[in-house]
């Protein structure tokens, strides 16, 4: 009987001894990653009610955030709501037309420095 409380002790402290490492590991890796992701960008994903995503998921949850479908439908070609870059709302628009005549669309964030152009 000792001896099968005593296997009963040390299987349960092994077991407990094993998770806690594998624990430790995978903590120390969720926040390695978290601590890459700005805030914005972990309040879009925590805002998120599913469990997992999926690559193409989470494209499509930041697509969202990021991308003014409106705008985009309308045939903005640079219908970005936030940067890309910073996810500031400070966004300057500019155009008019080049030496071909083609129409140039302009966008920069002020918060940042990122710009983009596009030609139509």
């Known amino acids: 009987m000792i001896l099968f409380v005593a296997g ?7 077991s407990w001894a094993i998770a806690h490492i594998y624990y430790k590991r995978a903590s120390g890796e969720q926040e390695a990653l978290f601590g890459k992701l700005e805030e914005d960008l972990r309040g879009v994903i925590l805002s998120d009610k599913r469990e997992g ?3 193409p998921e989470l494209y499509d949850l930041l697509e969202k955030n990021l991308i003014d479908s409106t ?3 309308q045939g903005d070609p640079l ?3 936030t940067c890309p870059s910073c996810q ?3 966004l300057r628009r500019g155009g008019g037309a080049n030496d071909r005549g083609d129409q140039r669309f302009s966008i920069t964030c ?11």
């Open 71 to 73: 705008a985009a439908s």
């Open 53 to 55: 995503l999926t690559v």
């Open 110 to 120: 002020e918060a940042c420095g990122w710009s983009e152009d596009a030609y139509c």
């Open 8 to 14: 009963l002790v040390i299987g349960a402290a092994a």
């Open 88 to 90: 500031s709302d400070l």
């Open 79 to 81: 219908p970005y709501k």
